[in-house]
């Protein structure tokens, strides 16, 4: 179920509800039900510059077929932000973005496990011929089984292309 609402030409507002299941033919010893919902908001703030929100909890029960040898219920919780900027100055046009994403999964004993992940990437296209990209990402977490909780990646490259499209680009 999804529903879509325009607040004004600027703001968009969209909820939505969505139930999974699996073993829907008894066949295995576990059932997994996943409910969820959530809202994201979308502000135009003008021709260049927009901005995303979005909330969704997951909750997650699992059982078993003789339900006295196992239940579970838990409520894990999805969070993202996005900003896009799309300057330009005469013919060259750029691209920004911005995201970060929280999620935090309830984990077994009480513990939660918490991820972020923090991503800034540029596209600038120069021409029909030639444009750059940059990105980095930043991520982290809390779980005790990873050998590294905080990790930073980034790249970037340079493509060319041709007057009948073959393109070469280095990263």
Do not use: C, H, W
């Amino acid at each position: 179920l999804k529903i879509e609402q325009a607040i004004s030409g600027k703001f968009k507002l969209t909820g939505f509800y969505r139930r999974d299941r699996d073993n829907l033919i008894g066949t295995s010893l576990f059932t997994t039900n996943l409910q969820t919902m959530g809202a994201n908001l979308f502000v135009k703030v003008n021709k260049r510059l927009s901005i995303r929100a979005a909330y969704t909890p997951v909750i997650q029960q699992i059982f078993s077929q003789d339900s006295a040898s196992y239940n579970a219920t838990r409520l894990n919780n999805i969070s993202n932000a996005v900003i896009t900027y799309m300057p330009r100055a005469g013919k060259v046009s750029s691209f920004f973005t911005a995201v970060y994403s929280y999620y935090q999964f309830e984990g077994t004993g009480g513990k939660n496990n918490n991820f972020q992940n923090f991503n800034l990437s540029n596209t600038t296209i120069f021409s029909s011929f030639l444009k750059a990209g940059l990105a980095a990402n930043y991520f982290l977490n809390n779980s005790s089984d990873s050998l590294n909780s905080n990790t930073m990646m980034a790249s970037g490259d340079l493509s060319l292309t041709g007057k009948r499209g073959g393109a070469i680009t280095v990263g």
